[in-house]
């Protein structure tokens, strides 16, 4: 079963435009609201893919009865430790014309101190029914920059396979613990190293130090509508950007993510991860909103994807 955590979950109110324009007037042609999180949205994608998932992590007392509705109606499990106040709101705006997605994420509520070892002790106890553990996505204050380091260090003695999809510091701290997989996007990736990717060999040649030096499994860069690399200790791989209608772009680094833990699950070779994890991400984009990609939508676009190898 493909764990996932989530400590920081949102509404996301996704407002469609035609042709923004910076300081007048937007008429607004449609809005819809999902509830999200990086890591419900990866449990989502892999529900819908036909995985079997979980979802751990906080859940506000003020927005309980919504969080718990709304897993069930994707068919999910989850486990929570309740704490006060309520859901944050992140706000989308999509322009159509551009297919360019501008955003007002809000931090979230605080968590007390108190919650964190509570936190540690489900995660811990869920090892046992995981086959891989993904933790992704912002913290609210109060969470320890150093969270995902401690969970992935502890978790990767049990011997399950941890992944990584974060920013900022809580990469950089949780890299330290050599999770299997990571997967940030170029702007996360060149924030990280201090570099400017000129060409693929450059991600390719980072990824290789970090797999040497970190014990990093697997790295895959995302690329926005350039595509994606993915790289081992062996073979690196490129899947170019597809000829696709975007109706929406949040969510669908999440679906790459669920799509390459399918194809982990099912010990398939690295360029058929990267080819799921593409499939799922395209079959997200075009959906609207924050919805992720559905079985059928996937095997659509799994023969579409187009990859190729990276040479030494």
Sequence with gaps: MITTLTLNPCIDRTITIAGFKYGGLNRVV????????????????VRQL???????????????????????????????????????????????????????????????SEAIPELCRLVYDRIKESSLMVFNGSVPSGVPKEIYRTLIETVKKSGVKTVLDADGELFLEGLKAGPYFIKPNLYEFETA??????????IVEIARKLIAAQGVGIVCVTMGKDGAVIVNKDQAW???????????????????????????????????????????????????????????????????VSIEKIGS
Excluded at 30 to 41: A, E, L, M, P, Y
Excluded at 66 to 92: A, C, E, H, M
Excluded at 246 to 267: F, K, W
């Design 30 to 45: 449609h809005t819809r609201s999902d509830f999200s999180g990086k890591g419900i949205n990866v449990s989502i994608a």
């Design 50 to 112: 036909g995985g079997q998932t979980e979802v751990l992590g906080f859940n506000y007392l003020g927005s309980q009865d919504f969080v718990q509705t709304s897993l069930k109606q994707n068919d999910i499990k989850y486990q929570f430790i309740n704490i006060d106040g309520t859901l944050r709101t992140n706000i989308k705006i999509f322009d159509d014309e551009s297919h360019v997605m501008t955003e007002f994420n809000e931090s979230g509520y605080p968590v007390c």
């Design 193 to 202: 190293f201090k570099m400017k990717v000129q060409k693929k060999q450059d």
């Design 238 to 304: 490129f899947a170019s950007g597809s000829n696709i209608e975007v109706r929406g772009v949040q969510g669908a680094g999440d679906s790459l993510v669920a799509g390459i833990c399918m194809a982990i699950e099912q010990r398939m070779e690295i360029p058929e991860m990267l080819r799921y994890g593409v499939a799922a991400a395209n079959a997200s984009l075009i959906r609207e909103g924050t919805l992720l990609c559905t079985a059928e939508d996937f095997q659509k676009m799994l023969p579409q």
